[in-house]
């Protein structure tokens, strides 16, 4: 079963808003079996958008359509899907229940702007808006369903959850689609394609397997589609299988985890507890662990030293060790490490010092010059890394390479 | 002139990841005055990667292509642009010392798979990627120009910059389009758009004005779009400096900078120190900061104290203090911020405490409780806050209304 999604709205088009309503979709769809064939963004214009339904209508089953549908102006995508479908309106009892209940909540005056809103393409089926005054639009139109949503991520979602995915699941035979995905550290594409090639080249035609690399990590993921859901679990476990014993010295995960979540999970099991020292990435691999929930049970905390002075008043690093090597050494990184672990009590710790440019360089540390340590209470690694001269990937590129590292120490330990 | 933008890969189609690299594309296309007329995403398929290009080519005059260059076999989009255009493939000698270089930067033995990467269809010019292994290539076929770059977001970005935008800013006679913005912070959307109701309807119909609002702050952007540079770029000034004084009190710069930046320039031109003392935030603000090229400046570091004992150790709140009114309190926040400038010799603070969620809540505190301090020397300021019960939000929101809270504190001083 193929979808397209078309997103209106000259906002995505002039790049003043990232889309994240077409991802957040793709994956629910494609948890139900649907695949996205194609996601098209266009304009709030009149003939752009009857080109994208009639492109759309040849490609895919269903057609999910988002913005366009608030009552100003320049909303234009209801008027526009009565012309494709060529209905006049009705006011929907439903919609328009929905819209003077919600000002009334919020005890506003009702506009006649608001209350066509109600006014939906006669040939449409309502979906319900519980957290906005647009109505959603579900049409069966010669094979193909149409089905138009406002572009405000948590009203589209809502409808998605509490109408449209139930209802694509009863409308519909669905295929099972599924995704098994491993996540390797330390190797790149090109050297990981090498040693699964025969592994891949007897995958079945029903089995795709995509590499999916970000800065030192590779994601290999394995996608079956088929009917038989129990049987194509295991078919990909067993290739899964294969491929994570072939390169099992990158694999840090078996799942589709961001590195530092599959760390924090990996030492909340062995009750373990992490700090850092961060000065390069400056608060950074921090944000990177506690944006996620239950962080707090690992991760105790640390410090961002950026000045000499926090260096020694925080970590201990010692002021003559500063002076004679300078913050980005070898030895200020282990000092700052071994102080993360002393100070803060943790059982783990990474520590980073580095030149992130563009300014601060020198002959002897050119800006991409960076000291990484990890640490546990009884073993210090620490490696010097040459990156770029660009600081956004100077400062993403030190966080996961410290990632990498920690992931390293803690395997070590495992075995 | 138009441009689309075509996104290749299965890794956005099933929702992995948002696509990210539209929007700033688009973004930098419009500041050089090319207007795209829409963005696609497909899948890595032969077939649906030539019909995406064939429709494309009725649209627009500038076609840019991102995605599918790896050296995997699931990346086809090299070998699908050769048959698009009926071309067969030539080695490029530049594409061929960039890979080498590379690999000999890494000290990795080149495999005949990257030497491949050097092969480009015989009718393209090569952009040159001083940041990956896959070249850049650039084609003009049939009277419109086809640009191909990975997908990786800083490969892409480095041939936007150093190359794409340059060359198309002389292969086509552009339009001027003039921004200017006014950054607003803690004024909503609609009343603003009521306090300068006259100045917006005066406005020709060659300069538009668009709100742009985003977490407590509201950009005010006019773009002015014509032929005479210099006439554009004084009219405009002339209708910003209009709404920056009838809006004064809420403008916190007159250039499109994000606010954290706003405030190390304002600092850094005072010769002022800033520390921050960070718990449910968890280092994003130091990342805020510190992710800006001079912060270290200003930007003395700080405290990322998850635990009640780094509270204690580090930024020295009083351990009766967190168990009398919790680590989620005026109290502990007020001890947060004044131990930071005490700490860290600082001459203004940040501290931020709260229930970030989804966990951790509880009747008196629920999900989304912060409390936040800003301090100088001689003035702490504390204020709490009720967000939601979305920890990303959370974190994010906390972060933006601090640094709301700063600037408030420096322009005090100001004036």
């Given at each position: 079963?193929?979808?397209?999604?078309?997103?209106?709205?000259?906002?995505?088009?002039?790049?003043?808003?990232?889309?994240?309503?077409?991802a957040?979709?793709?994956?629910?769809?494609?948890?139900?079996?649907?695949?996205?064939?194609?996601?098209?963004?266009?304009?709030?214009?009149r003939?752009?958008?009857?080109?994208a339904?009639?492109?759309?209508?040849?490609?895919?089953?269903?057609?999910?359509?988002?913005?366009g549908?608030g009552?100003?102006?320049?909303d234009?995508?209801?008027?526009?899907?009565?012309?494709?479908?060529?209905?006049?309106?009705?006011?929907?009892?439903?919609?328009?229940?929905?819209?003077?209940?919600?000002?009334?909540?919020?005890?506003?005056?009702?506009?006649?702007?608001?209350?066509?809103?109600?006014?939906?393409?006669?040939n449409?089926?309502?979906?319900?808006?519980?957290?906005?005054?647009?109505?959603?639009?579900?049409?069966d139109?010669?094979g193909?369903?149409?089905?138009?949503?406002?572009?405000?991520?948590f009203?589209?979602?809502?409808?998605?959850?509490?109408?449209?995915?139930p209802?694509?699941?009863?409308?519909?035979?669905?295929?099972h689609?599924?995704h098994?995905?491993?996540?390797?550290?330390?190797?790149?594409?090109?050297f990981?394609?090498?040693r699964?090639?025969?592994?891949?080249?007897?995958?079945?035609?029903?089995?795709?397997?995509?590499?999916?690399?970000?800065?030192?990590?590779?994601?290999l993921?394995?996608?079956?589609?088929?009917t038989?859901?129990?049987?194509?679990?295991?078919?990909?476990?067993?290739?899964?299988?294969?491929?994570?014993?072939?390169?099992?010295?990158?694999?840090?995960?078996h799942?589709?985890?961001?590195?530092?979540?599959?760390i924090?999970?990996?030492?909340a099991?062995?009750?373990?507890?992490?700090?850092?020292?961060?000065?390069?990435?400056?608060?950074?691999?921090?944000?990177?662990?506690?944006?996620?929930?239950g962080?707090?049970?690992?991760?105790?905390?640390?410090?961002?030293?950026?000045?000499?002075?926090?260096?020694e008043?925080?970590?201990?690093?010692?002021?003559?060790?500063?002076?004679?090597?300078?913050?980005?050494?070898?030895?200020?990184?282990?000092?700052?490490?071994?102080?993360?672990?002393?100070?803060?009590k943790?059982?783990?710790?990474i520590?980073?010092?580095?030149?992130?440019g563009p300014?601060?360089?020198?002959?002897?540390?050119?800006?991409?010059?960076v000291?990484?340590?990890?640490?546990?209470?009884?073993?210090?690694?620490?490696?010097?890394?040459?990156?770029?001269?660009?600081?956004?990937q100077?400062?993403?590129?030190?966080?996961?390479?410290?990632?990498?590292?920690?992931?390293t120490?803690?395997?070590?330990?495992?075995?």
């Amino acid at each position: 079963m193929l979808a397209e999604i078309i997103t209106i709205g000259d906002e995505i088009l002039i790049g003043q808003i990232v889309d994240t309503n077409s991802a957040w979709i793709a994956r629910e769809l494609n948890n139900i079996g649907v695949r996205v064939k194609q996601i098209s963004s266009v304009s709030d214009d009149r003939e752009h958008i009857l080109k994208a339904l009639a492109e759309a209508h040849h490609r895919a089953n269903i057609i999910l359509i988002t913005g366009g549908l608030g009552p100003t102006k320049d909303d234009i995508t209801k008027k526009t899907l009565a012309e494709y479908f060529n209905v006049g309106f009705v006011e929907s009892d439903e919609a328009l229940v929905n819209v003077e209940q919600i000002f009334k909540k919020y005890n506003r005056p009702l506009l006649d702007v608001n209350k066509l809103q109600a006014q939906v393409p006669a040939n449409c089926e309502v979906i319900l808006n519980k957290n906005g005054t647009a109505p959603g639009m579900w049409f069966d139109h010669d094979g193909r369903i149409y089905i138009s949503m406002p572009g405000v991520p948590f009203e589209m979602m809502y409808m998605m959850e509490d109408t449209v995915l139930p209802k694509l699941k009863t409308s519909f035979d669905l295929p099972h689609i599924i995704h098994k995905t491993i996540l390797t550290v330390g190797e790149g594409e090109s050297f990981l394609a090498q040693r699964i090639e025969d592994i891949e080249d007897s995958l079945p035609s029903h089995i795709k397997l995509a590499y999916l690399p970000k800065l030192g990590q590779v994601r290999l993921r394995l996608s079956a589609y088929g009917t038989d859901e129990a049987a194509l679990t295991d078919e990909v476990n067993r290739y899964a299988q294969k491929i994570s014993e072939r390169v099992a010295n990158v694999v840090a995960a078996h799942e589709d985890l961001p590195l530092e979540k599959v760390i924090l999970d990996k030492m909340a099991v062995k009750g373990f507890t992490l700090s850092v020292a961060e000065s390069c990435t400056g608060g950074y691999i921090s944000h990177l662990f506690t944006q996620h929930a239950g962080s707090s049970a690992v991760f105790l905390g640390g410090a961002v030293s950026y000045s000499y002075e926090l260096k020694e008043s925080i970590l201990g690093v010692k002021n003559e060790t500063l002076w004679q090597t300078g913050a980005v050494s070898q030895e200020t990184v282990k000092e700052m490490v071994e102080g993360a672990i002393l100070n803060f009590k943790s059982d783990y710790a990474i520590a980073v010092t580095g030149v992130a440019g563009p300014g601060g360089g020198s002959e002897d540390k050119p800006v991409g010059t960076v000291w990484i340590a990890v640490a546990s209470v009884n073993k210090t690694v620490t490696k010097k890394f040459t990156f770029g001269s660009k600081r956004a990937q100077n400062i993403e590129r030190t966080a996961i390479s410290a990632l990498g590292m920690l992931n390293t120490l803690l395997a070590e330990v495992e075995n």
